[in-house]
């Protein structure tokens, strides 16, 4: 197999929706929200969320493409990450690697299982579940924003969070999760933008999504309610004191977000969201930097 097909396989690109809601939440519990600003900060135990959020997601990517190929979703070249339907990869290598890289996710799940043993084994059998049945089923059946949601903005973000925080409580996990909008927001951007580009392929297999149960106008508005949504949430939240002015240097991505609402680029979405993440996390972090 060569580099580059696995390169594709992996959308590389896609990556920003997994690596944003882990650093949203190792920030939180830095800061020690939910705890009246008892932070805490273990760097290994960041190290292995972060890269086991990453290899769930590259192995929830080929899963997906594994399965929309198998199920006639994908049948030309320009579907999916295109290493299946090219004939680049065969459905054993993609099912092989896609096993592969969720049982790596999983070692780095029994890396910090020591740090909230019951909230991590709950947490990473959650994700790896996730990362299958959207794939191989719920998909289908116009969950998959849900799911996408429920997994990457809340459940990444509060996992990585969760092992970190002492102690671990249900205020601190509302908080937490309360603070990831935004970037469940972003998240099923990325996810509706593919969503759009694939809506006649999709009605055509019978594959349900938010994208085709809209109309062609009513899934753009949809999109730049997911694309806008995170500043209204920003000038609200900072309005109402809840965040600080700092909160406000997010308005920087603003041209980012009209050129991906725009363009529609699934691409260009999911740098959006990386940029708005960093600066989201960024502000997060120098009202605390100055504290120190």
């Not at 459940?155 to 970037?183: E, K």
């Not at 529609?264 to 605390?288: D, K, N, R, W």
Request: charged share 10%; with cysteine.
């Amino acid at each position: 197999m060569q580099l580059s097909t696995l390169a594709r396989a992996t959308r590389a690109y896609s990556l920003p929706a997994s690596v944003v809601p882990v650093l949203l939440g190792t920030t939180l519990s830095a800061r020690g929200s939910g705890l009246g600003g008892r932070g805490a900060f273990d760097f290994g135990s960041f190290v292995a969320v972060l890269l086991g959020a990453m290899l769930a997601h590259i192995g929830a990517n080929i899963l997906n493409d594994y399965f929309d190929f198998v199920h006639g979703v994908d049948t030309r070249p320009e579907h999916g990450s295109g290493v299946l339907t090219s004939g680049a990869m065969s459905t054993r290598q993609a099912l092989g690697l896609a096993l592969g890289f969720l049982a790596a996710a999983a070692v780095c799940g029994l890396l910090v299982l020591r740090a909230q043993p019951v909230f991590v084994a709950w947490w990473t059998l959650l994700g790896l579940g996730c990362a299958v049945l959207y794939s191989a089923l719920l998909k289908r059946f116009g969950l998959g924003d849900l799911l996408i949601v429920l997994s990457f903005g809340v459940g990444l973000t509060v996992g990585a969070y969760g092992v970190q925080i002492r102690p671990l409580t249900l205020h601190g996990c509302v908080v937490a999760a309360f603070y990831s909008i935004p970037v469940c927001l972003l998240v099923d951007a990325i996810l509706h933008a593919n969503n759009l580009r694939d809506a006649p392929n999709d009605r055509a297999a019978r594959v349900r999504t938010t994208a085709t149960a809209l109309s062609p106008a009513g899934g753009q508005r949809f999109q730049l309610f997911l694309l806008f949504g995170p500043l209204v949430f920003v000038l609200a939240t900072v309005a109402a004191g809840w965040l600080s002015v700092w909160t406000l240097g997010t308005m920087a991505a603003t041209p980012l977000l009209l050129r991906a609402a725009r363009s529609g680029s699934v691409e260009g979405t999911a740098q959006t969201h990386l940029v708005f993440g960093l600066l989201y996390v960024g502000s997060l972090l120098l009202p605390a930097v100055f504290i120190w």
